[in-house]
């Protein structure tokens, strides 16, 4: 097994969806959490200069998305066959789209609400009516077992929750399967025992 250490500021954000993939498989991994400071520091020496990034063996992972699914792979959560991860990373990919929308570095807090406002009025709806469609009877997005796709979901809405309380309050099938998440082995201890993180995000 690698020795893993991930790094990123102490927030959920882009770091959760590798956190939650250590959690449910039992992995273990250095949680280093850096203040501002520190990352300035680092971030000239860092490929590509952004956080998170994943240390395997002391090969730098960068992008979140790209080590979701390079651990996704390693564990058994990226989709059983080629065409199931397909669907796997259309489904991450059409919550990022979205998640990658809000101002999450802008400082004018008027501007910051108008934009998130927006987003929840007139985007969300569409969005969360496609997963919940694309969701349909079944207990997962794809195949009939959990994928990192579904972990997304739950990290992504967890925030959007944070932000919006109504987020998804309607769409009662995401919402049970947010729960399925939650209540999974590992992810449920992960939940209950991880750090506090700044404004909750
Ligand atoms: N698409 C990238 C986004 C990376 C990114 O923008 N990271 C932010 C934190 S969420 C960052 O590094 N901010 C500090 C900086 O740019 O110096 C990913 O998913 O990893």
Redesign the pocket.
Known sequence: MPYYKLT??N?R??AEIARYIFAFSGIKYEDNRIGRMD??TI?PSIPF????FLEVDGIIL????A?GRYLAKETGLAGKTHLEQAQVDGIVDSI?DFI?LFP??EQDQDVKQEIQNNLFSNLAPELLQHLENYLGEKDWFVGNSVTWADFYWDVCSTTLIVLNPNFAQNFSKLLALKNRVQTLPGISEWIKNRPETINSL
């Open positions: 990123y500021f927030l954000g882009r990352w300035l971030k200069g952004k956080l998170p960068h992008q979140s998305l080590i990022d990658s999450w570095g």
